[in-house]
Nanobody, 126 residues
Framework: QVQLVESGGGAVQTGGSLRLSCASS????????MGWFRQAPGKEREGVAV??????NYRDSVKGRFTVSKDKASNTLYLQMNNLKPEDTAMYYC?????????????????????RGQGTQVTVSV
C-alpha cells in the first residue's frame, strides 16, 4: 500500500506560480511512473503530467508552463506551475502507477493509476 500526501496548493493571481509537492510512503526503492491529475468542479478528471525513468509527458495545455520532477532521495514528487491561468483552477492529485516501469499510454491514463492522494486545491484568479 502506498500513501501519497499532497501539499503546496493555494490561491494566486493569473501569471503567478505554485509548487506542488507529493510525499510518498513507499521507501522500497522501486521505480515506477508517478504523475498528477486535476479535477475542476463539474468537470472530468484530466491528466496533467507523468514522470518515470524513461520520460516525462504533459497535457498540451500545460506544456511550457508546468514541470514535473521527482526527488528519489526524499521520495517526493513535485509539480512546478508557472504562468498560471484561471483555467488551471482545480483540485490537484498525485498518483502512482506501480504497474508501469515506463508509462507509454496517453496522459489521460494518469487518472487511472492505482494510488492517489487526497488532493490540494489550486485557485487562480483573474
Amino acid at each position: 500500500q502506498v500513501q501519497l500526501v499532497e501539499s503546496g496548493g493555494g490561491a494566486v493571481q493569473t501569471g503567478g506560480s505554485l509548487r506542488l509537492s507529493c510525499a510518498s510512503s513507499d521507501y522500497t526503492g522501486d521505480s515506477y511512473a508517478m504523475g498528477w491529475f486535476r479535477q475542476a468542479p463539474g468537470k472530468e478528471r484530466e491528466g496533467v503530467a507523468v514522470i518515470d525513468d524513461c520520460s516525462t509527458n504533459y497535457r498540451d495545455s500545460v506544456k511550457g508552463r508546468f514541470t514535473v520532477s521527482k526527488d528519489k532521495a526524499s521520495n517526493t514528487l513535485y509539480l512546478q506551475m508557472n504562468n498560471l491561468k484561471p483555467e488551471d483552477t482545480a483540485m490537484y492529485y498525485c498518483a502512482a502507477g506501480r504497474e508501469y516501469d515506463c508509462y507509454e499510454g496517453p496522459i489521460s491514463g494518469v487518472v487511472n493509476f492505482d494510488y492517489r492522494g487526497q488532493g490540494t486545491q489550486v485557485t487562480v484568479s483573474v
